[in-house]
């Protein structure tokens, strides 16, 4: 084998070199003497490149001479070592002592080195073998195909292989992959060592092959670089990337209101929409009835992203048209999400009649029965109606309640009322009134009922008493207790009808209203005796 350190050797160490050859397959003769051995012997290193190295050798009944050698060749039995001036031997070698020191060790000095003994007539060569590696820290590690500082880019459930250089060590190192600082199955991985461009060096790759899951969005991958020389050292050779894994977020779920839950008109409610994961970040947007949200009395929350959560709020402050309204959270589609998500709750909202409207007749015969009807503006829960006739209240009414298509409900009544006779009234006031649980308010509606009634008979008397002389004055009256509207009253003369005369020898007059209407007539032409008026 060629040294890699030539130099000369003189003809006495090739002698000594044949010598210990022979005496390998030879055994001396003769008287017994004590036997050469190693009571130490060297033992293999690895050190870092520029260390020192220190190769024992302790010879015991040391006979022959020692040396050291390289890879087969002799490096002479001097103890400076000419040549190699960063070797020498140590020890006493009076005491068998042969120690091999080299300093600021290289990439050159790696190698296989013996601690020779040459034989004599009286005993056998030794020799006894140590390897010297000398370990080379790697240049550099770096994960290939990322940029740096950016994430790498995946996509959920579709496989995705990240390749790891480690470049320039001696020996060839090897590689492991972590998730968190969490180390990886080795059997996720491959390795393959190249010969580097640099001397007795090696570049090593790793291939690593993952299925990245949406938990792992975010998280750190990292390949490590194992070697003897980093053993010691305070710090690792790692290089790091960070995933981006696409991947579509949870359905969202909604807050702060359930499906079947109570609300009264005007109450305020904050729904709240939460939406777990998702990359790319998922966007949220609240819908009332397949519409974009505009509710006049709407206060958003901007959205926020807690931990891994996106929430979005909306207070409303309900109105009756809320009733049955559904109102959806909704993620919008991206890249990743090919149908939208979503969630919603329907409201029950309980409101108040807003009014009501009372129709039928606003003129009545006393002494006869009249019909109302009241009827409610929407309402949830329907409503109770009641009346009240010139402010007393009718005993119970029947009522008729149906839904409408929004799913309100209105009532309705239908008041049946008989006017007696003796009541001493021209009109009355009929009020509806309805009211639900919704609140405490009360919606009324008033109706005022003329009431017609016949007036009572006439009676006619005369002022003064007895005849009347013709040519002189007669004044008769006629009066008729009640009736509404006021009767008017007609004179008969003669069995004549005629109307009063206002001429200068008849004058008629009335004198009303009130509960009773007076007509008086004046006669000043007739010159015939008349009697007086009965009654009719």
Same mark, same amino acid.
């Given at each position: ?81 000419? *040549? ?17 020191? #080299? ?24 020799? $006894?073998?140590?390897? &010297?590696? &000398?370990?080379?820290?790697? =240049? ?11 994430? @790498? ?10 390749? /790891? ?39 090593? %790759? ?12 975010? +998280?750190?991958?990292? /390949? ?14 790692? $290089? ?21 839950? #109570? ?11 939460? /939406? ?6 998922? %966007?949220? !947007?609240?819908?009332?009835? *397949? ?27 309900? +109105? ?46 006393? *002494? ?6 009241? &009827? ?20 119970? @009414? ?9 799913? *309100? ?22 009020? /509806? ?34 005849? &009347? ?7 008769? #009256?006629?009066? =008729? ?17 005629? !109307? ?37």
């Amino acid at each position: 084998m060629k040294s890699i350190f030539p130099r000369l050797v003189d003809p006495q160490e090739k002698v000594f070199g044949l010598l210990l050859l022979v005496s390998t397959l030879t055994s001396v003769r003769g008287k017994s003497e004590p036997v050469q051995r190693f009571t130490v012997s060297p033992e293999s290193v690895e050190v870092n490149e520029g260390d020192d190295v220190f190769l024992s050798c302790v010879v015991q009944n040391q006979q022959g001479k020692a040396q050291w050698t390289k890879d087969g060749f002799a490096l002479g039995f001097e103890r400076d070592v000419p *040549g190699y001036p960063r070797y020498s031997y140590s020890g006493d070698s009076s005491k068998g002592e042969h120690h091999l020191i #080299i300093h600021g060790i290289t990439l050159e000095d790696d190698g296989e080195y013996q601690c020779q003994v040459g034989p004599t007539a009286k005993t056998s060569a030794l020799w $006894a073998s140590a390897n &010297v590696t &000398v370990l080379v820290s790697p =240049s550099s590690i770096s994960i290939l195909g990322g940029i740096i500082g950016e994430p @790498v880019v995946a996509v959920a459930g579709k496989q995705l292989r990240l390749q /790891c250089l480690v470049k320039e060590a001696r020996p060839a190192p090897s590689v492991a992959w972590y998730r968190n600082g969490i180390m990886l199955d080795q059997n996720m991985h491959t390795e393959r060592a190249e010969p580097s461009t640099q001397f007795k060096r090696w570049n090593v %790759r790793s291939r690593v092959t993952l299925t990245p899951k949406p938990e792992d969005d975010g +998280q750190q991958f990292s /390949c490590r670089a194992l070697h003897p020389s980093l053993k010691n050292s305070p710090t690792s050779l790692v $290089a790091s990337v960070v995933l981006s894994v696409l991947h579509p977020p949870e359905a969202p779920i909604i807050s702060g209101y359930k499906t079947g839950d #109570i609300l009264k008109e005007g109450q305020e409610v904050t729904l709240t929409c939460r /939406c777990q994961g998702g990359n790319p970040r998922p %966007r949220l !947007a609240w819908y009332k009835n *397949g519409k974009l949200l505009n509710h006049p009395n709407t206060t958003y929350t901007k959205a926020t992203k807690e931990n891994d959560f996106v929430m979005l709020s909306v207070t409303l402050k309900v +109105q009756a048209e809320d009733d049955r309204a559904s109102f959806e959270c909704r993620v919008a589609k991206n890249d990743i999400l090919n149908h939208p998500l979503a969630d919603n709750v329907t409201f029950t909202i309980h409101y108040s009649p807003k009014r009501v409207l009372v129709t039928g007749s606003s003129v009545a015969t006393a *002494g006869e029965e009249f019909t109302l009807t009241c &009827v409610t503006s929407e309402s949830n829960p329907s409503s109770v109606i009641s009346w009240l006739v010139h402010g007393m209240k009718v005993a119970t @009414v029947a009522s008729l309640i149906s839904e409408t298509e929004d799913g *309100g409900f209105v009532t309705s009544s239908d008041l049946k009322y008989y006017l007696d006779r003796s009541l001493a009234l021209s009109e009355i006031n009929v009020d /509806c009134t309805a009211h639900n649980s919704a609140s405490e308010r009360v919606v009324s509606e008033s109706h005022a009922i003329t009431i017609i009634k016949p007036p009572g008979r006439p009676f006619i008397r005369i002022e003064g008493a007895g005849d &009347v002389v013709a040519g002189g004055r007669m004044g008769i #009256i006629c009066t =008729s207790e009640g009736g509404n509207p006021h009767p008017g009253i007609t004179w008969n003369l003669q069995r004549s009808h005629e !109307a009063p005369d206002e001429g200068p020898h008849r004058r008629a007059g009335h004198e009303g209203p009130g509960p009773s209407l007076t007509s008086w007539l004046r006669i000043t032409e007739s010159r015939s005796p008349v009697r007086s008026p009965t009654p009719l």
